[in-house]
């Protein structure tokens, strides 16, 4: 049975998400920065290895997130369905409909 607390708690996981899909987006392009930086410098070959792992860990948690936002985002989607059927009324489903428009604009661009 889903209710508008259950509704506040996947809107708020879907905005997390985001959020955290946005940092380590950020972190990759920093980190990819850095690495370039060491390359032009003629860094030493283990610190350049090492920060080239620091690198690829970063990319890692790009699809990561992605997936875990898809999930999240149907579940969403689920519970925001069950609610309007049993015809509830409240601020949170507002708030969850622009939730849902906003990570959709942020999970579209990805799929193409």
Request: hydrophobic share 35%; with cysteine.
């Amino acid at each position: 049975m889903a209710t508008l607390r259950n509704l506040k708690i996947k809107t708020s996981t879907c905005k997390r998400i985001v959020k955290e899909l946005r940092c380590y987006e950020k972190e990759v392009e920093k980190e990819a920065a850095k690495t370039a930086g060491m390359k032009e410098k003629g860094a030493d070959p283990y610190d350049l290895k090492q920060q080239e792992n620091v690198l690829a860990e970063s990319r890692m948690m790009v699809p990561d997130c992605h997936k875990r936002l898809e999930t999240a985002l149907a579940d969403l989607k689920a519970t925001l369905a069950e609610l309007k059927e049993s015809n509830e009324q409240g601020a949170e489903i507002g708030e969850a409909e622009s939730t849902i428009t906003e990570v959709e604009a942020v999970v579209k661009p990805s799929e193409d």
